[in-house]
C-alpha cells in the first residue's frame, strides 16, 4: 500500500539554525502540506501545496517557512532560523485531490531545537 | 476561524464495550467530517470519514454519525479490543477555507483487557 515517508525521524538543532525536513508524498497525489503538532498539543495546520505554489497557510508559517517540491518526489519545509518553540512533531500529508478527499499522513520528522 | 471541541480528552472503556467520542465544531459551512487514529510514535491514520449530505455511516466495528444542525458529530467503536487504545482526532473541513483540516483536541482511549 503506497504511503507517505518523511525523514529524518528526529532532527535535533542548535537555535539559529536552519533545518530541512523531507516528505515523500504519495506518487500520483497533487496536494500536498504540512501540519505540526506540539508535544500534548493538537495537531495545527501549517501551510498546503499545489501546482507549486502554496495555496494556504496558518499563522504560524511565517516567513522563517518556505517549501518546496524541488523535483518530482520531494517536498520539503525548510525553517531558517530555527527557534525554541519550533520544537514539535512535523507531519508532511498528501492528497490526489482536493475537498472532501482523504489526507494521507506520514510518520512525522521530531524536531528538537536546544 | 473554525474552533473544535472533543469530548472526552481521555476514555477508560473494559473490552468489549462501546467508545463514543464527541466533536463539535463552530463553522456551519463545514462540509467534510473525518475521524483520524493516532498510534504511539505514528502519524494520524483516517479511520472513517463522513460527508454532509450523510446523516451515519459506518465500517464494521466502527460508526461516524453527524448532527449538522447542531454541529456535531461522534465516533463510535463497539466490541473495543487493545488494539483500539490510541489517540483519536476528529478534523472536521470547512469547504470555504482551502483543505485545511482543523484538528480537535484528541482523546486517548485505553481499553483494558
Known amino acids: 500500500e503506497p504511503e507517505v515517508t518523511q525523514t529524518p525521524s528526529h532532527q535535533v538543532t542548535q537555535m539559529g539554525q536552519e533545518v530541512i525536513l523531507r516528505c515523500v508524498p504519495i506518487?500520483?497525489?497533487?496536494?500536498f502540506y504540512w501540519y505540526r503538532q506540539i508535544l500534548g498539543q493538537k495537531v495545527e495546520f501549517l501551510v498546503s501545496?499545489?501546482?507549486?505554489?502554496?495555496?494556504?497557510k496558518s499563522e504560524i508559517f511565517d516567513d522563517q517557512f518556505s517549501v518546496e517540491r524541488p523535483d518530482g518526489s520531494n517536498f520539503t519545509l525548510k525553517i531558517r532560523s530555527t527557534k525554541l518553540e519550533d520544537s514539535a512533531m512535523y507531519f508532511c500529508?498528501?492528497?490526489?485531490?482536493?475537498?472532501?478527499?482523504?489526507?494521507?499522513f506520514g510518520p512525522g520528522t521530531r524536531l528538537t531545537v536546544l | 476561524g473554525e474552533n473544535v471541541e472533543q469530548h472526552p480528552s481521555t476514555l477508560s472503556v473494559q473490552e468489549g464495550d462501546s467508545a463514543v467520542i464527541k466533536c463539535t465544531y463552530s463553522d456551519s459551512a463545514s462540509n467534510y467530517f473525518p475521524w483520524y487514529k493516532q498510534e504511539l510514535g505514528k502519524g494520524p491514520q483516517l479511520i472513517i470519514d463522513i460527508r454532509s449530505n450523510v446523516g451515519e455511516k459506518k465500517d464494521q466495528r466502527i460508526a461516524v454519525t453527524l448532527n449538522k444542525t447542531a454541529k456535531h458529530f461522534s465516533l463510535h467503536i463497539t466490541e473495543t479490543q487493545p488494539e483500539d487504545s490510541a489517540v483519536y482526532f476528529c478534523a472536521p473541513r470547512i469547504k470555504a477555507a482551502g483543505n485545511k483540516l482543523t484538528f480537535g483536541g484528541g482523546t486517548r482511549v485505553l481499553v483494558k483487557p
Open positions: 506518487s500520483n497525489h497533487l496536494y
Open positions: 501545496f499545489y501546482n507549486n505554489e502554496i495555496s494556504e
Open positions: 500529508a498528501s492528497s490526489e485531490r482536493a475537498g472532501q478527499n482523504e489526507q494521507f
